[in-house]
């Protein structure tokens, strides 16, 4: 089916949760004038679905293929790739002095959930390349800078992220692959990395991978490694040591080509050092927390484009009868039950990532309170918006009922797609592990301490299941400063939900109260009041459930031994 942005709901976030028109107040952000804002809506959403989501379906099913050559994608795919650096939709968020625009990071996001809901597996290639231009520019000297990003910027290059082993996943420190310097300012790279989103491809002219190696003499672990970055092309226009050996078979995704990378079968690869040596995992970070906000973010595209046809097909499809004629599933209680739950989620999600965007934007001005409630928030978003994700497109397959689960209505591709959102980028479990970690500690637990705080003062006291929910996580967090590390980490996930889904409910609240001032079309206000209620009625009402598993210990979870696990 076809993709229709929803440009009124991204339109309204920006306005009222964002504050994209205080943000434009800032000089840095003066560019962001409302009718360029309008403007960047409506063309990135028809960009996407012109372009990208007419792809969507050969993508599934012809995929990248792999030879000894290189990578190629499906027809189509690299008309449309050009189509995205020429109107230079990627040139957004870049850094002005090397040809980006240097608009709020937010819009940027606006532009990816479109590209992700209409073509998610081809808008990986999109993804990793922001974050590779924000650690560079964090962390790269001057001649990185000049020679690397005006066109990573543009696109015309894209950038990979290279941290997992076959030895060395979560666990990074594991990493064997090797750096040793050659004197003049550059290192041979040889190893082997594994699960490489777009390693290769025939979409651009160059591919500039940034690669975690260890150099001789390193200290052991984390604090041992290094990042490098490792061109596919060098700037004398040779080809550097490095292929793709294979790419995986998955279950979904089949348009973004995950790749076995192998450095220095003939020597070594040329790279060169990004930041300090043994700061590599700083640096990457940069490029990390980039790449896990735009993955809750897919996880919000994938469910729009789930929701929207679960829609359409439960207004088409005739099956049963009410009051004596034939009806359309649309019209029986548990149907619409599952398309309100498809919408309120989505719509949450949507408010949760483009909040933290806001964040992120202020962070960039200096706020540093506004830095602080964006690192708190990334965890959140990643996880939850891809939990999101995965309930939504399979409540897509549930209204299709039985021509949900075979593979013509498409509706199964999204499921397929989504499933691996909650694993890469730090699965979600690692996610809730940050979240009971460093960022329930972090300065003391200020940042969160602040966040419920001015939620449990905005949330208006009719609210009860809110405030209530608001309340519990304040009471969980208390709980889980005073634990042992185990019985945190066993409690971890289940405050993570509660926290997402209260500071979207907050944020979902908000957008109620705005719709009081809202003179807009009629349809989009009905809906959203009834999205904000259904969530805060019924989600957060689920939500208070999980309190009692983030305060139990670890104790059950200890008390079979290995082999009771397979009895």
């Known amino acids: 089916m076809t993709y229709t942005p929803p440009v009124e709901e991204q339109r309204f976030l920006l306005r009222h949760i964002v504050g994209i028109d205080e943000l434009a107040g800032h000089n840095a952000f003066a560019e962001a004038t409302p009718d360029l804002v309008d ?4 063309g990135a959403g028809a960009f996407a679905a012109g372009a990208f989501a007419p792809l969507n379906r050969a993508g599934d099913e012809i995929g990248a293929k792999w030879s000894p050559e290189g990578v190629t994608l499906p027809p189509g795919f690299g008309e449309a790739y050009r189509g995205y650096v020429e109107g230079g939709w990627g040139t957004l968020a870049g850094p002005p002095e090397h040809g980006g625009q240097g608009l709020p990071l937010t819009l940027a996001s606006v532009v990816m959930e479109d590209l992700g809901s209409a073509n998610m597996g081809f808008s990986l290639v999109m993804m990793l390349t922001p974050g590779t231009v924000e650690s560079l520019k964090h962390h790269g000297s001057p001649e990185l800078q000049a020679r690397w990003l005006p066109k990573l910027v543009t696109g015309e290059w894209t950038g990979t992220m290279n941290l997992t082993e076959p030895q060395a996943g979560s666990d990074v420190g594991a990493l064997k692959t090797r750096a040793e310097p050659v004197g003049d300012g550059t290192y041979r790279i040889t190893g082997t990395k594994i699960f490489i989103t777009f390693g290769e491809h025939d979409l651009a002219d160059n591919i500039v991978h940034l690669v975690l190696a260890r150099l001789p003499g390193a200290p052991a672990g984390t604090r041992g490694i290094s990042l490098f970055l490792v061109p596919k092309i060098l700037p004398d226009g040779s080809k550097n040591d490095l292929h793709c050996v294979s790419i995986e078979h998955k279950l979904g995704i089949h348009a973004s080509p995950t790749c076995v990378m192998s450095y220095g079968d003939n020597g070594g690869a040329t790279g060169w050092l990004i930041g300090e040596e043994n700061r590599g995992m700083a640096a990457m970070f940069t490029m990390m927390n980039n790449a896990r906000l735009n993955v809750g973010l897919q ?16 207004r088409e499809r005739v099956q049963g009868s ?123 637990g200020a940042a969160l301490d602040a966040l419920i705080a001015e939620m449990q003062t905005d949330i208006a006291q009719e609210d009860l299941e809110l405030a209530h929910l608001v309340d519990l996580c304040g009471a969980a967090a208390a709980g889980l400063r005073t634990m042992q590390p185990d019985d945190r980490l066993a409690g971890s996930y289940p405050f993570l939900t509660m926290l997402a ?26 809906s959203k009041r009834a999205t904000v209620e259904y969530y805060i009625r019924h989600v957060a009402a689920e939500a208070k459930a999980q309190f009692g598993a983030a305060m139990a210990s670890s104790k059950l979870l200890y008390s079979i031994d290995e082999a009771a696990f397979a009895a």
């Open 39 to 42: 403007a960047i809506v409506e």
């Open 322 to 444: 009410r009051e004596g004629r034939p009806a359309r599933i649309i019209e029986f209680p548990d149907v619409r039950r599952m398309l309100l739950r498809m919408k309120a989620l989505t719509q949450a999600a949507r408010a949760l990532a483009y909040y933290c965007a806001g964040q992120t934007d202020r962070a960039g001005l200096g706020d540093d309170a506004a830095r602080a409630r964006a690192d708190l928030l990334t965890p959140l978003v990643k996880a939850y918006g891809t939990d999101v994700g995965c309930e939504v497109t399979s409540l897509g397959i549930q209204v299709h009922g039985g021509m949900g689960y075979v593979e013509e209505t498409g509706a199964a591709q999204h499921f397929r797609d989504a499933r691996i959102s909650p694993i890469y980028e730090g699965t979600n479990g690692i996610q809730a592990a940050d979240l009971v970690g460093r960022k329930l500690s972090a300065d003391g």
């Open 501 to 526: 889904v209260a500071v979207s409910g907050w944020l979902m609240s908000k957008e109620e109260k705005a719709l009081d001032s809202y003179d807009g079309d009629p349809s989009f206000a009905a």
């Open 299 to 314: 996880g919000v595209s994938i469910a729009e484009r789930a929701t929207q046809q679960a829609v359409a097909y439960a």
